[in-house]
């Protein structure tokens, strides 16, 4: 078996069991709440989200994610008072989000995952599409019992400039780890996302089918299995 210098993970739907559409319109409702306040109506600011999200998706490494999202939420909100809204956002994803656990499913295997692959590889990469900031990432990995000290890096919405599917995702992780994309596997649950632009980038893919987001013009022929067939395939590295 093939020697890799990094492995990276995917988290939602990947190491957190999750359905997309269910965890993202749960816990926008929670976000929601919390930004009650303002006096945002919630259409609107569901769609600001989705907006802000879309032109994370489409940033082409000029600036920040953060920057990104915020330029196009309050360009729809203009007249909120942007340090206040900013400061209730980070407040929440590392608080009052930890209530969206209900929209996820536990997985005791994910912790073995990751400590198997501490053990095959030099690094160990939270390869979760920087949508969020870091303290969302991290009240997420609690959820499965990791932390920021099982990963060499974790990708965050105000530290990175690109967004999966684009493969440049995948290359700016091995320019700052200095490392070659074809001494990568990524481990992820979606055909485009994770398995077509790591690909595309140079890395190796490896699909979990318990969450799988299939793809049409995406469709992934490579290797694949369930979370416990990912476990088999680590130990075996």
């Given at each position: 078996m093939?020697?890799y210098?990094?492995i990276l993970?995917d988290?939602?739907g ?13 816990y ?19 769609a ?5 999200t ?10 920040k994610?953060?920057?990104?999202f ?5 360009n729809?909100?203009p007249?909120?008072p ?6 209730a956002?980070?407040?929440?994803y590392g ?6 656990k ?19 590889a030099?690094l ?15 009240t997420?990995m609690?959820?499965?019992g990791?932390s ?11 530290i990175?400039?690109?967004?999966k599917?684009?493969p440049?995702?995948f290359t ?10 074809s001494d ?5 649950n979606?055909?485009q996302e994770?398995?077509y ?8 893919g ?9 793809s049409?013009?995406?469709p ?15 130990e075996?590295?």
């Amino acid at each position: 078996m093939k020697k890799y210098k990094a492995i990276l993970f995917d988290m939602d739907g990947t190491l957190l069991p999750m359905n997309m559409e269910e965890f993202t319109s749960g816990y926008f409702k929670f976000l929601a709440k919390k930004l009650a306040p303002f006096n945002l109506p919630f259409e609107k600011l569901v769609a600001a989200i989705w907006e802000g999200t879309g032109a994370m998706v489409k940033n082409d490494g000029s600036k920040k994610n953060e920057e990104v999202f915020w330029e196009r939420f309050l360009n729809i909100f203009p007249d909120l008072p942007k340090e206040e809204v900013i400061a209730a956002c980070n407040e929440f994803y590392g608080r009052e989000f930890n209530e969206a656990k209900i929209f996820t499913a536990p997985n005791p295997l994910a912790k073995q995952a990751v400590k198997i692959a501490r053990e095959k590889a030099d690094l160990v990469v939270l390869a979760t599409n920087p949508l969020f900031p870091m303290s969302g990432q991290e009240t997420r990995m609690g959820w499965i019992g990791l932390s920021k000290a099982d990963f060499d890096l974790i990708t965050s919405y105000e530290i990175d400039c690109y967004c999966k599917p684009n493969p440049a995702y995948f290359t700016s992780i091995c320019e700052r780890l200095d490392i070659s994309p074809s001494d990568c596997l990524m481990i992820g649950n979606d055909e485009q996302e994770d398995m077509y632009a790591c690909t595309v980038a140079g890395m190796d893919g490896y699909l979990v089918s318990d969450c799988m987001i299939k793809s049409e013009k995406y469709p992934w022929d490579g290797n694949k299995g369930t979370f416990e067939d990912l476990i088999n395939m680590l130990e075996n590295l």
